[in-house]
């Protein structure tokens, strides 16, 4: 079945700095990437969607210069928690679907953990 | 505004009982439903969507308009049910699910 693989599971980093996590298909293609991210005990929210080869369209409220999002093939988009603070601290979880014609379910990475110190 | 509510954090069952899972949302147009698993240390992953009318691991759920909800039910729980579930619904009906809106997930636990 169709597999997405999330970069790194768990990453700590200092407050100022910038994080990448990776997400990537591994045995399907999809033009659009999903970002997700995960509070505490709430809900999933919709960050940004990703588009292959143009720009990431971001959900209200989200900083667009903070939360770099890059897609530059059809199996790999990256996600950049730039000069972190430790309110981002949070789990970060992306998730695609194979392209075509029909419906066809999101497929999720693992998530990542990020703690900001 | 588009949410979704389900309001138990914690559902625990002995095994073979009946399972019922809520799930109520609030959306102004058809909006599409649907159920999520997550097991324990397995990514999460599409139980059942409202659309198919399918049942799923003996998991069924019904949307009903006029109450807005959609319960994930089960007749019999089984421990291999223990996990986490989230409801979900998209406004995008039968296309792109990538704007789903999430409830906060509620943790089953089925006891032998």
């Known amino acids: 079945g169709a597999v997405v693989s999330q970069h790194p599971s768990r990453v700590i980093c200092k407050s100022g700095t910038s994080v990448k996590i990776e997400c990537r298909s591994l045995?399907?293609?999809?033009?659009?990437m999903f970002w997700y991210r995960q509070f505490p005990k709430q809900s999933l929210m919709l960050m940004a969607t990703?588009?292959?080869?143009?720009?990431?369209?971001?959900e209200q409220g989200v900083e667009k210069d903070k939360f770099l999002i890059n897609h530059a093939s059809l199996t790999l988009s990256t996600l950049t928690v730039t000069s972190a603070h430790p309110e981002d601290s949070s789990f970060y979880i992306c998730?695609?679907?194979?392209?075509?014609?029909?419906?066809?379910?999101?497929?999720f990475g693992n998530g990542t953990r990020l703690t900001v110190t | 505004a588009q949410r979704v509510t389900q309001p138990e954090k914690l559902l625990s069952v002995f095994k073979g009982a009946p399972v019922e899972l809520k799930c109520n949302y609030s959306?102004?147009?058809?909006?599409?439903l649907f159920w999520y698993v997550q097991y324990s240390r397995q990514r999460l992953q599409l139980l059942l969507r409202h659309i198919s009318r399918e049942s799923i691991k003996g998991f069924t759920a019904d949307l009903n308009k006029g109450e807005t909800s959609f319960h994930l039910k089960k007749p019999f729980a089984q421990e291999e049910d223990s996990a986490m579930y989230y409801c979900a619904l998209t406004s995008n009906y039968g296309g792109s699910q990538g704007n789903l809106i999430f409830g906060k997930g509620t943790k089953l636990s089925v006891k032998p």
């Open positions: 998730s695609a679907s194979p392209r075509g014609t029909g419906f066809s379910p999101l497929h």
């Open positions: 045995d399907f293609q999809a033009t659009t």
């Open positions: 990703s588009n292959e080869g143009s720009k990431a369209t971001y």
């Open positions: 959306y102004s147009g058809s909006p599409e």
